[in-house]
Structures are given as structure tokens and as C-alpha cells.
């Protein structure tokens, strides 16, 4: 018969003039109570635990009888002591439990005095779902690839060897930098891809893009500093920004991307900006390149970074991916990064950052200070996956499907949409803005959308100070052509009855 492990238990230490078997029998029936014990657990051997906290094994069986005769323990000789499923209601004292599991005594009711400093406060607004989203996705969720497509049974398989054929060298502390033959491969595909001249030097690997802002927010912003945002724009890095205590310079988008002539005229000093240059995020217009270069010319002026944030580059459905804004940045003031949780799968949390020369230095200490590493593992089985080309297959295999379901996505609009929610021709990316009416409140909309099933994010939610159009943001590729349909039947009942 299979035994229970045994699981370890914290005690605190004993205070002064408490007795011996006090402290033992006090500290168990807390852990008890608490939860730390469940019920069920195998309590550590008397021997054993006697041993651990210099105290006879005497005192040990005396307080475990105690426990079991007041009903908080069972077991018979030769098997051990385990927690009683069942607590004894005279004893028990009811315990409140959080959302996530976790016993909170009203002994500890007294920690709500403890107040967030302002920074806290600030980072506590995620941007992001904390709980996770269902799976699988419904339509229209924004910024989901779609799951089901993923070859995880070859991702498994690759994993798995990976395993078997590891050197002990990944089972070490790796470079904080990343692994570097994914660096390397990183570095090819974004020269060959995306125009950029760099080096396995230059790249970092981290865990998602939001930690590439987070880090250049620390290594460049004090407290009142100006950093761009576009305005409507990503909220990630709005928030970011906002904890490190930068002063918000929110620059209006308009057709061309963010419109450069207007963050000079409200932040001509600011010490960094932030722009989605390939596909305006949640918009979708690339930064057109008069624009791109006063861009460039404004940072070099200034000494300020840029920080371009090519998110969803791979997916574009008609011709070739535009070159990327540090394609053209020659004196070392742009950070381009990118991830592979849109590319591959979101679960998969790796991104990288390609830095200017003089930022290396500074950022991998940051980053090495503040998260150590991407576990290495997971950098190589992706390696790996690259370096023997499904990766590429997988891309151009998704691009294709994607684009059949931008596609139906626009039969559908104009099938059912027509008058109601306007779409724009589906260039690129893995969703798409629709505009509502003049003057609709689309966050109501997205709500009434939400209560009949359907996943969308209202335009608004990504203003700050200047006024985004009345719209909804619509993800097409994590569902088939079928649903699609479907649910654009629903959203447009949705939409009759809130614009009636």
C-alpha cells in the first residue's frame, strides 16, 4: 500500500517560559486549523520531528496523543499520524478562506492597516486577466492566436528530448543575457525579417514585453520624468510607466500612426516613448515613414530611447511585413522587442529585446537584479523548435488560416454589420477595430456583448486624454469561419438592440 509523503511544517519559534510540549501542541493545532496542515497529511515521523527541533521524542509523542485524542489526528502504529479529515466543531474555530485558497484568521485582520506606498497602488491596476482566460477562447477575444492550431504534440516531443539529451549546463544558472543559441537564432530572423542589424550581443531574452518596459522604466525615468504613450494606446505600457512615476505625455494617433509634431509640441523633452510602429495597437495604421524618421531625428536631438514594440509583425496578409523602425536607428536609440506569446502560444511567456550597444550592459543587470533569467529549458526546447525550422512552418501555416479567418470576418461584417459596426479592409495582425456610430458608449456595448457570450474590448478602454472613435476591438484568429458566423449574428442582435 502506497503511503502518504510526509509534508514539512514551519513552527515558530518557541517564546521564553512556554513549555516544551505547549509550544509543540499550540504551533500543530494552528497549522491545523490554518490550513497549513490539510486534512489528510502525513505528519513527519515522532523521531524524526523530535530530532529537527532538538526536543525529545517523549514530549513529541505525548503532544501527538494529545492532538489525536482531542480529535485533530489518526493513524495507527506503523503507518503515522495523519491530519483528521473531519476537525472537532468544539475546537474548531471558523477560519476565513481568500479567492485563492489561502487561510486568513481574524488574529490577522490587523494586516488591512498595512497601506501600499504609491508605487503599489499604482502597479496593482493590472492591465491584465490575473485569474487566466478560458480555454478554449470564444469569439471575438482580442490577441489571442488560436491554440487548437499549435503543434503541441511535436512541441512535446522536442521537449522531451530535450530533456533526455540536456547537457548539465542547463541545469545551472544561465546567462542572465539569455540562451545563446536562441539569441542567435533571434538575431537572424529579425535581421533577414525585419531589417535590423545587430548580433546575438545584442538581443535579451525575458519573459514577456512587459518586462522590457519595465526594465528601461527603471533604468531611464525618475519620478516627473515625460514619456510618450499613444493616445489610445496599449495599456500595458500606460500603467508601467505610470508606477515608475513618469509624467504621461498621451500623443493623439491619427491615420499615419502617432503624430510626431504633437508629442514635441507636449513633451519636447520627454526621456522615452513608446510606439507600436508596424500595426498601431488597437488602431492598426503603421507609422508612416516621414513620420518615423522625425521620430528618430526628435530622440537623437533630445537623447531620449524609443521603444517599439512589434507585436503581431509576422502576421500580415497582404505583401511583406514593413521594415522595423531600428531598421533605420544608426545612432543607437531604439529598443525593438517582440514576443512569441501571439506568434506561438501565450502560455509559452518568452520575449526578447534588441538593445542599442550602450544599453546592454545596464539592462542585463537590471533584468538579472530584478528576475534573474527565462527558465532555460523552455529557451532551448524554443531553440530548438526554430533552429529545426517548425517554427517557420508553423508561422506560415497560421499566417494562411489567419488570413482565411480575416477573411470571414469581413463576409460576415457585411452580411450582418451593415449600418450597425463598421470594419476596415483586414491587413495584418490577429484582430481589428470596428467603429460604432458617432456617439455610441461602447463600453456598454462590449458589456451587452459580454453578457451574451461574446469576448470583445471596447475602444475606449485604450484613451487616456484624447478622444478614441466610438468602436470595439474584434479578434479573429483564435476561432473558425463557423463560429465567426455565428457570432456575428449574435453581436449583430446585440448591436439592434443597443443602438435601437
Request: proline fraction near 6%.
Given at each position: 500500500?502506497?503511503?502518504?509523503?510526509?509534508?514539512?511544517?514551519?513552527?515558530?519559534?518557541?517564546?521564553?517560559?512556554?513549555?516544551?510540549?505547549?509550544?509543540?501542541?499550540?504551533?500543530?493545532?494552528?497549522?491545523?486549523?490554518?490550513?497549513?496542515?490539510?486534512?489528510?497529511?502525513?505528519?513527519?515521523?515522532?523521531?524524526?520531528?523530535?530530532?529537527?527541533?532538538?526536543?525529545?521524542?517523549?514530549?513529541?509523542?505525548?503532544?501527538?496523543?494529545?492532538?489525536?485524542?482531542?480529535?485533530?489526528?489518526?493513524?495507527?502504529?506503523?503507518?503515522?499520524?495523519?491530519?483528521?479529515?473531519?476537525?472537532?466543531?468544539?475546537?474548531?474555530?471558523?477560519?476565513?478562506?481568500?479567492?485563492?485558497?489561502?487561510?486568513?484568521?481574524?488574529?490577522?485582520?490587523?494586516?488591512?492597516?498595512?497601506?501600499?506606498?504609491?508605487?503599489?497602488?499604482?502597479?496593482?491596476?493590472?492591465?491584465?486577466?490575473?485569474?487566466?482566460?478560458?480555454?478554449?477562447?470564444?469569439?471575438?477575444?482580442?490577441?489571442?492566436?488560436?491554440?487548437?492550431?499549435?503543434?503541441?504534440?511535436?512541441?512535446?516531443?522536442?521537449?522531451?528530448?530535450?530533456?533526455?539529451?540536456?547537457?548539465?549546463?542547463?541545469?545551472?544558472?544561465?546567462?542572465?543575457?539569455?540562451?545563446?543559441?536562441?539569441?542567435?537564432?533571434?538575431?537572424?530572423?529579425?535581421?533577414?525579417?525585419?531589417?535590423?542589424?545587430?548580433?546575438?550581443?545584442?538581443?535579451?531574452?525575458?519573459?514577456?514585453?512587459?518586462?522590457?518596459?519595465?526594465?528601461c522604466a527603471r533604468l531611464l525615468l525618475d519620478p516627473g520624468d515625460e514619456a510618450w504613450i499613444e493616445d489610445p494606446g496599449y495599456q500595458g505600457a500606460r500603467l508601467v510607466f505610470e508606477a515608475a512615476g513618469a509624467k504621461l505625455v498621451c500623443v493623439p494617433v491619427d491615420r499615419d500612426g502617432i503624430d510626431?509634431?504633437?508629442?514635441?509640441?507636449?513633451?519636447?523633452?520627454?526621456?522615452?516613448?513608446?510606439?507600436?510602429?508596424?500595426?498601431?495597437?488597437?488602431?492598426?495604421?503603421?507609422?508612416?515613414?516621414?513620420?518615423?524618421?522625425?521620430?528618430?531625428?526628435?530622440?537623437?536631438?533630445?537623447?531620449?530611447?524609443?521603444?517599439?514594440?512589434?507585436?503581431?509583425?509576422?502576421?500580415?496578409?497582404?505583401?511583406?511585413?514593413?521594415?522595423?523602425?531600428?531598421?533605420?536607428?544608426?545612432?543607437?536609440?531604439?529598443?525593438?522587442?517582440?514576443?512569441?506569446?501571439?506568434?506561438?502560444?501565450?502560455?509559452?511567456?518568452?520575449?526578447?529585446?534588441?538593445?542599442?550597444?550602450?544599453?546592454?550592459?545596464?539592462?542585463?543587470?537590471?533584468?538579472?537584479?530584478?528576475?534573474?533569467?527565462?527558465?532555460?529549458?523552455?529557451?532551448?526546447?524554443?531553440?530548438?523548435?526554430?533552429?529545426?525550422?517548425?517554427?517557420?512552418?508553423?508561422?506560415?501555416?497560421?499566417?494562411?488560416?489567419?488570413?482565411?479567418?480575416?477573411?470571414?470576418?469581413?463576409?460576415?461584417?457585411?452580411?450582418?454589420?451593415?449600418?450597425?459596426?463598421?470594419?476596415?479592409?483586414?491587413?495584418?495582425?490577429?484582430?481589428?477595430?470596428?467603429?460604432?456610430?458617432?456617439?455610441?458608449?461602447?463600453?456598454?456595448?462590449?458589456?451587452?456583448?459580454?453578457?451574451?457570450?461574446?469576448?470583445?474590448?471596447?475602444?475606449?478602454?485604450?484613451?487616456?486624454?484624447?478622444?478614441?472613435?466610438?468602436?470595439?476591438?474584434?479578434?479573429?484568429?483564435?476561432?473558425?469561419?463557423?463560429?465567426?458566423?455565428?457570432?456575428?449574428?449574435?453581436?449583430?442582435?446585440?448591436?439592434?438592440?443597443?443602438?435601437?
Open positions: 500500500m502506497r503511503r502518504a509523503p510526509e509534508v514539512e511544517v514551519a513552527l515558530n519559534p518557541k517564546p521564553d517560559g512556554v513549555p516544551l510540549h505547549r509550544w509543540l501542541y499550540g504551533e500543530l493545532r494552528a497549522a491545523i486549523l490554518e490550513g497549513r496542515l490539510s486534512p489528510g497529511a502525513r505528519l513527519p515521523a515522532t523521531r524524526d520531528l523530535a530530532a529537527r527541533y532538538a526536543i525529545s521524542r517523549g514530549t513529541v509523542v505525548g503532544v501527538f496523543a494529545q492532538l489525536a485524542a482531542e480529535g485533530y489526528l489518526c493513524g495507527t502504529v506503523g503507518r503515522g499520524s495523519f491530519v483528521a479529515a473531519d476537525l472537532p466543531d468544539r475546537h474548531f474555530e471558523p477560519v476565513r478562506i481568500s479567492r485563492r485558497g489561502a487561510a486568513a484568521h481574524t488574529v490577522l485582520a490587523t494586516a488591512r492597516n498595512i497601506g501600499l506606498s504609491t508605487r503599489g497602488k499604482l502597479l496593482a491596476r493590472s492591465a491584465f486577466a490575473v485569474e487566466g482566460r478560458s480555454v478554449p477562447a470564444r469569439a471575438f477575444r482580442p490577441a489571442q492566436p488560436d491554440l487548437q492550431a499549435f503543434p503541441y504534440a511535436l512541441w512535446a516531443r522536442i521537449a522531451a528530448r530535450r530533456v533526455k539529451l540536456q547537457n548539465r549546463g542547463l541545469l545551472a544558472d544561465g546567462e542572465a543575457q539569455g540562451y545563446r543559441p536562441l539569441r542567435e537564432a533571434i538575431a537572424e530572423h529579425v535581421r533577414v525579417a525585419r531589417g535590423i542589424a545587430c548580433s546575438a550581443e545584442h538581443v535579451v531574452i525575458l519573459g514577456s514585453v512587459q518586462q522590457v518596459l519595465d526594465v510626431v509634431a504633437a508629442g514635441v509640441s507636449l513633451g519636447p523633452h520627454a526621456r522615452l516613448a513608446y510606439v507600436t510602429a508596424g500595426r498601431q495597437a488597437p488602431l492598426g495604421p503603421p507609422l508612416a515613414l516621414e513620420r518615423r524618421l522625425a521620430l528618430l531625428e526628435w530622440a537623437r536631438s533630445q537623447g531620449a530611447l524609443i521603444v517599439e514594440d512589434d507585436y503581431d509583425s509576422e502576421y500580415r496578409f497582404n505583401g511583406r511585413p514593413l521594415a522595423a523602425l531600428k531598421s533605420l536607428d544608426d545612432t543607437g536609440h531604439v529598443v525593438y522587442c517582440g514576443t512569441f506569446s501571439k506568434l506561438l502560444f501565450p502560455g509559452l511567456r518568452i520575449a526578447y529585446a534588441v538593445l542599442p550597444e550602450h544599453l546592454v550592459e545596464p539592462f542585463v543587470a537590471a533584468f538579472s537584479l530584478t528576475s534573474r533569467h527565462v527558465p532555460l529549458d523552455t529557451q532551448a526546447t524554443l531553440h530548438a523548435f526554430i533552429a529545426e525550422g517548425h517554427a517557420g512552418r508553423h508561422v506560415r501555416h497560421m499566417r494562411e488560416l489567419y488570413g482565411e479567418r480575416a477573411q470571414a470576418l469581413q463576409a460576415a461584417a457585411r452580411r450582418y454589420w451593415t449600418g450597425l459596426l463598421a470594419l476596415p479592409e483586414i491587413a495584418a495582425g490577429i484582430d481589428v477595430p470596428a467603429f460604432l456610430p458617432l456617439g455610441t458608449d461602447d463600453a456598454r456595448v462590449a458589456a451587452l456583448a459580454g453578457e451574451a457570450g461574446i469576448e470583445t474590448r471596447a475602444l475606449s478602454s485604450y484613451a487616456v486624454r484624447q478622444a478614441a472613435p466610438s468602436g470595439l476591438v474584434l479578434g479573429f484568429a483564435s476561432v473558425g469561419a463557423d463560429e465567426i458566423h455565428a457570432a456575428a449574428r449574435k453581436l449583430a442582435r446585440v448591436l439592434e438592440r443597443a443602438l435601437g
